[in-house]
């Protein structure tokens, strides 16, 4: 009689119990043509379903892993999303590097076109004056190179000491009939600091260019920290934690029989966030510095930017020798008066006759043509750059999102069977926020919020130093770059990273790299054939045995 109750109890609720179970056991074939897929060795893969007490980070139901399987994925899937990581700040690195390269390429042209057209225009204007003093301008162009690539040299001071030098070469070619020594010139470059030979156009040149280069130095230093802090954080490798909740979100599922199930959506983001709470603390500091060079970016309209100043440069030179010349006998007069009368030398025909004879320029005369194709080209360069700094302002917050893309995560019409971490059904915990405080309650990833990462850390203080110095850029105040990162050189040279340079500016956002999470090569359903041992056939050896027991 036991028996028959056992037998109607295993005939009629049995089926309750299983998932579609038989006699049969389940076939891992899909599991292994994944697995090989992958490039592992098929050694040791169960042909059926073994029973899964050995696994660590997959629940521990009937399984086609085993525990080697199960690490082998693990670092795998762990692998796969730092690529995913690095291979988005690449993509972001190389926009950055390639919009550097075009704002350096031409800055370094308007400085070599303005320097290369001083000769002819001098010889125009001036005769053999720019031949007899070319040294002196050469200097003042390798002065304003390097000051824009980031040298520690003082704009100003190196402004000053041209017109200085200028003035003492045009004195004693104005005076030829004199010996004029060092130390009287010394004297008479003294007495210009209240005479002001060369009128008003020192002292406003050197406003606009110092504003000028301070906001070009600035600026392509700013997508040099910006693309070195990118590569950096784009290295960091994903803790521990967050490899086995990867592992759980991308290859259990395939342990579990379920490999075409995609992640539920807000399953992937919260992995994600967890994973990447770091990198999203970024967040603030990277913000303020897209602000910060936006508003530099606005220097380079107008009569103030680089462009316009540096086309300008031999015809500010050119009226401020004019002014000089036009006030000689006075300046001399007074230099005379102040300094004693030289020593007079013999008579000598005066270089100043040559310049006085020559017709004078007129403001309109430029060394060479800016207002159109020069303009054109830098407005369409603020434009690109404005746009794509826009385009990546939420990189880092955006990043868990781009990652969990619509490609890998179910879509809402599957929200009620997709993957949630233990079977096909809804995922119920909310999104977490984004950045290490918000993790705290994270379900998916243990994280210690007390423990930021170093690195970290570390490009955060560097994005704050760099915002600052584009704050003091844009009021026009002088920078120093010689400690902005550890590795960047003022001439940008940490834009090249890995064949980064050889390979060109190329147009991509962070939402346009396409994720490979978890692609299985098959998407075929495991068919649920499973060889459990179910509960009707424990209770009917249990009757059974019972039964001889009494006899």
Known sequence: ???????????????????????????????????????????????????GEHLRICSQGYTCCTSVMEDELAGLGQREVEGLVKEAGRSLQISLSGQYKSFEGHFVDLMNRSESSLPEFFRVAYGSLYTRNVRV???????????????????????????????????????????????????????????RPFGDTPRDLKLKVTHAFVAARSFVQGLVVSGEVVRKVSLVPLSPECM??????????HCRGMGSAKPCANYCRNVMKGCLAN??????????????????????????????????????????????????????????????????AGTHSSAT?????????????????TSSTTGARLEKLVFNVTAKLKDVQQYWVQLPGTLCSDKVVAGPANE?????????????????????????????????????????????MQLKIMTNRLKNAFNGNDVDFQDTSDDVSGSGSGMCADELCPRGPHDITPDTVQPILIASPSEKKVKATGSRLRPCSALLLLSLAMLLLRR
């Open 416 to 460: 009620d069977k997709c993957w949630n971490g233990m079977t096909r059904a809804s995922y119920l915990p909310e999104v977490m926020g984004d950045g290490l405080a918000s993790q705290i309650n994270n379900p998916e990833v243990e994280i210690d919020i007390t423990k930021p990462d170093m690195i970290i850390r570390q490009q955060i």
């Open 137 to 195: 301008f050469h200097d003042l162009y390798g002065d304003l190179r390097r000051y824009y690539r980031g040298s520690a040299v003082n704009l100003e001071e190196a402004l000053n000491d041209f017109w200085a030098r200028l003035l003492e070469r045009l004195f004693k070619d104005s005076n030829p009939q004199y010996t004029i020594g060092d130390e009287y010139l010394e004297c008479a470059v003294k007495q210009a600091e209240t005479l």
């Open 1 to 51: 009689m036991d028996i028959l109750w056992a037998f109607l109890f295993c005939v009629f609720i049995g089926p309750v119990f299983g998932d579609n179970v038989s006699s049969k056991a389940r076939s891992c074939s899909d599991v292994r043509q994944f697995y090989n897929g992958k490039g592992f060795s098929l050694s040791g893969v169960p042909q059926a379903e073994i029973s």
């Open 279 to 344: 990198q999203a603390d970024l967040d603030t500091e990277w913000r303020n510095l897209v602000d910060a060079m936006l508003q530099v970016a606005e220097r380079f309209k107008g009569p103030a930017s680089i462009d316009m100043v540096m086309a300008s440069f031999p015809t500010r030179i050119s009226e401020a020798i004019m002014t000089m010349q036009e006030n000689l006998e006075a300046f001399t007069s007074k230099v005379f008066q102040a300094c004693g009368n030289p020593r007079m």
């Open 353 to 369: 006759e040559e310049i006085q004879k020559r017709e004078k320029i007129t403001e309109d005369r430029t060394a060479f043509t």
């Open 244 to 253: 086995r909740a990867i592992m759980k979100l991308t290859y259990c599922p």
